[in-house]
C-alpha cells in the first residue's frame, strides 16, 4: 500500500533559522511528487513538482530535492510570511494525489 | 479567470440531512476532484472525474455522489449526512491527467454535522 510520511508534524523556527522538512513516501513507481502550501482557512497553493532522482527545484527561499525513499523541503533563512502547513504529495494513476498530514511551520520574528 | 470556486464556505446540518457542495472552475480543465481534509490525516480523495460524464471513486467515496454534466461544474453531494462527515471539503482542478498537472486547489467548504 503506498504510503507518505511528513516529519516533523510542527516546526517552530527564529526568523534567519534555516531548516529542513522531510516526506518519505513508498510507492510503486513514482510518476511524481508535489509539494503545496496551505495557509490557515485557504486550499493549498501549489510550490513544485519533482519528477526523478536527483532533481531539484527552487523558489524564492524554499529549495524541494527528491531521492529515491524520500523528498526534503529546504526552507533558508525563513520570514514570517513563511509561516504556513506544507504539504506532500505523491501521484497516482489518472491524476490521483495521495497527501501526507503535512508540516506546520511557524517563524517567529 | 476566478479559478476554482466552491460554495457554501460553511455550512451546518443536522444527521440525516442531504445537501449538495458547488464547485465550479473556468480554466477548461478536464480532471476534477474531491477531496475531505480532517486534522492529523492530511486531505484523502472522495471522487474524481476525467472529463464531462466520466467520474470515479477515490479513497473515501462512502456517503457521496457525483456526477459531472459540463466541464466547468463537479458538485458533490452528500446523501444523508452524517458526523463522520464533518470535515473540510476541498475542490480541485486540473488541465490534464499527465504528468504535468498542477492542481487548483478551491478555497474549502467548512461542514459540520450535529
Known amino acids: 500500500e503506498d504510503q507518505v510520511t511528513q516529519s516533523p508534524e510542527a516546526l517552530r523556527l527564529q526568523e534567519g533559522e534555516s531548516s529542513s522538512l522531510n516526506c518519505s513516501y513508498t510507492?510503486?513507481?513514482?510518476?511524481?511528487l508535489f509539494w503545496y502550501r496551505q495557509d490557515p482557512g485557504k486550499g493549498p497553493e501549489f510550490l513544485f513538482t519533482?519528477?526523478?532522482a536527483g532533481e531539484e527545484k527552487e523558489k524564492e527561499r524554499l529549495k524541494a530535492t527528491l531521492t529515491k525513499k524520500e523528498s526534503f523541503l529546504h526552507i533558508t533563512a525563513p520570514k514570517p510570511e513563511d509561516s504556513a502547513t506544507y504539504l506532500c504529495?505523491?501521484?497516482?494513476?489518472?491524476?490521483?494525489?495521495?497527501f501526507g498530514a503535512g508540516t506546520q511551520v511557524v517563524v517567529t520574528p | 479567470n476566478a479559478g476554482v470556486t466552491q460554495t457554501p464556505k460553511f455550512q451546518v446540518l443536522k444527521t440525516g440531512q442531504s445537501m449538495t457542495l458547488q464547485c465550479a472552475q473556468d480554466?477548461?480543465?478536464?480532471?476534477m476532484s474531491w477531496y475531505r481534509q480532517d486534522p492529523g490525516m492530511g486531505l484523502r480523495l472522495i471522487h474524481y472525474?476525467?472529463?464531462?460524464?466520466?467520474?470515479d471513486q477515490g479513497e473515501v467515496p462512502n456517503g457521496y455522489n457525483v456526477s459531472r454534466s459540463t466541464t466547468e461544474d463537479f458538485p458533490l453531494r452528500l446523501l444523508s449526512a452524517a458526523p463522520s462527515q464533518t470535515s473540510v471539503y476541498f475542490c480541485?482542478?486540473?488541465?490534464?491527467?499527465?504528468?504535468?498537472?498542477?492542481?487548483?486547489f478551491g478555497p474549502g467548504t467548512r461542514l459540520t454535522v450535529l
Open positions: 480554466m477548461n480543465h478536464e480532471y
Open positions: 480541485a482542478s486540473s488541465y490534464s491527467t499527465g504528468l504535468h498537472n498542477e492542481q487548483f
Open positions: 510507492v510503486s513507481g513514482l510518476r511524481g
Open positions: 472525474s476525467v472529463g464531462a460524464g466520466i467520474t
Open positions: 519533482l519528477y526523478s
Open positions: 504529495a505523491v501521484l497516482q494513476g489518472w491524476g490521483k494525489l495521495q
